[in-house]
Structure formats: C-alpha cells, structure tokens
C-alpha cells in the first residue's frame, strides 16, 4: 500500500518502543456495506474517523483501497496479494479484524491490489482518552506462480511497517459524553498501558469480586460484584471473537449488586462478561453450554 520503504533500523527501533501487542478478533468480520466506500488508494482522512468511547463498549469502522504498486528500497514493484498480519499500539481492551478476517478463496486479512474493504477495531478500553498512533505490519507477494504450477502461498515480504512508508492509522479515544475532535492531536500522542489485561482478569479499582453463576451457564446467571461507589454500571457480553452479543446498564449501589442475565439466543460457547464504567472495568470469562 502507498510507498512502503525497506525499514530503517532506528526508525523500526523507535516504533517497538511504544508497541503493545493488540489482539487479534479473528474471523468477527465487517460484511459489506458495512465496510463504507473509499474512493482513493490508502486509508483515507483519518480525522474523519469516529471516535472510540472508553469506558464501554465500542467499534470503529476503517475503509481502505489497496495500491497497486509500492517502493522497496530504490525498486518499485507490483502488489499481487497484500495481508494485514498484524496491527499493534491499540488502547487496552480493543481488538482488531478485517472484512477478510474469513475468507474460503483467499488467506486470512489478504487483499488484491485495487481491491476495498475495511478494519474494525472493537471492544472496551478504559486507557487514557487522546489520540493513538497504530503500528501495522505487512505481508506482500509480488508475483503470481505459473500457470501451469500450484499457487505459491509464501510472501516475498514479510513485517513490513506501513508507518515507514507513510501509511499511518489514528485511533481517536474520547472520556463519554464528551465530542469526538475533527482532528487527530499529534501533540498529545497516546500510548497504550505498559501492561495490557488479558481480558478476563478484573482490572476495576471501584469494583471487585465480579462473579457469575453458574457457569457454565444453560439459560439464565446471576452476575454479583463489589462496587466502591454508587452509579451507572454497563453489562457487556462478547463472543470469544470480539463481537458483542449482549449490552445493557445497571444503576449500582455502593457495596454487594446483584443482577441478572438471560441466555436468549446466544449458542453455546467461550464469553466475556464486562462489567463497569469510566473508572474502570471488570471482566470474567464464561461458558455458555446446552
């Protein structure tokens, strides 16, 4: 995509210092129309993108166009087939997928070049609220096989950071209630926690002791946690992919809450239960099972 220029040592070093490994939301992929129009080659403005809200569950959607050609070194070469291998320095919480992120005729997250589709970036982060600057990583083959001979499946680049050819992703996070800016602030970069939760470890100072039971759960569960102060506490539930199944408030007492969940239509299956607001959240894992 764009010109990608072979990496600079110091510029690949200065990079990894602020990287957090994302996570991968695997095959929870965005069909179209979802995945928007873009005209033009790249990523677009990326001020114009929505703003991602911390403290609760959230998405963004990414449109691209694959370039046909980019720079190696001094030699300028054809895409044949472009794969996202891996995009990192997400706020904590958020994972990303492609609208190729399952696809039975190609590799997972490859594109062909000219081709459009998009990135979604989901899931509840509580990290700061500010602009953040992601790394992307590239695996690009230049050439097609014979065709008298198998398809080669191989890349002939492999790692490529779009940042040092100029291919940059802002992820804009915004406290609730609060507008999303028509500008990315570069003089206030962001950067993930140095540590991020797995995702079923409880990360709350203001709520403890989330339990739900039982589990695995059959039809309905009754969720209780701890909570230091009074208010507003959002329910969330995602699939083992990343995709939200479930979403509603709660007002909360200081002290022992109780409440409780209906399975509905959800199969079974590895979830998420999230619980909590912008000062911060408490995630369990569980199992839905027949």
Not at 199 to 224: D, F, M, W, Y
Request: include cysteine; charge should be negative; aromatic fraction near 8%.
């Amino acid at each position: 995509m764009k010109k990608l220029i072979k990496p600079l040592f110091f510029v690949l070093a200065l990079i990894a210092t602020f990287q957090a490994t994302a996570q991968y939301c695997g095959s929870s992929q965005v069909s179209f129309p979802a995945c928007g129009i873009q005209t033009t080659d790249g990523f677009g403005d990326y001020n114009t993108f929505t703003c991602i809200t911390r403290g609760q569950t959230d998405s963004l959607i990414i449109p691209f166009k694959v370039f046909q050609q980019f720079t190696v070194g001094s030699q300028q070469v054809n895409i044949y087939k472009l794969q996202f291998a891996t995009i990192d320095s997400l706020p904590c919480g958020l994972c990303w997928s492609t609208s190729k992120s399952s696809d039975a005729n190609n590799q997972v997250n490859e594109f062909d070049p000219n081709e459009s589709g998009c990135i979604k970036i989901a899931g509840l982060t509580n990290d700061q609220a500010g602009s953040y600057l992601l790394a992307i990583t590239l695996n690009v083959r230049i050439s097609s096989a014979p065709t008298n001979q198998q398809e080669d499946t191989t890349y002939d680049i492999h790692g490529e950071p779009s940042q040092v050819g100029g291919i940059s992703i802002w992820v804009k996070v915004i406290d609730a209630g609060q507008p999303c800016p028509d500008t990315v602030d570069q003089t206030l970069l962001r950067h993930p926690s140095t540590s991020c939760p797995t995702g079923i470890n409880e990360v709350s100072k203001t709520l403890t002791n989330l339990s739900i039971q039982p589990n695995p759960v059959t039809n309905e569960a009754k969720v209780t946690f701890s909570s230091v102060t009074g208010g507003t506490q959002q329910i969330s539930i995602t699939d083992i992919l990343g995709r939200e199944v479930y979403s509603t408030t709660m007002t909360a007492k200081a002290g022992a809450n109780e409440t409780t969940i209906k399975r509905n239509n959800m199969p079974s299956g590895i979830y998420i239960l999230y619980v909590g607001n912008s000062q911060g959240t408490a995630t369990k894992k569980f199992v839905i099972e027949d």
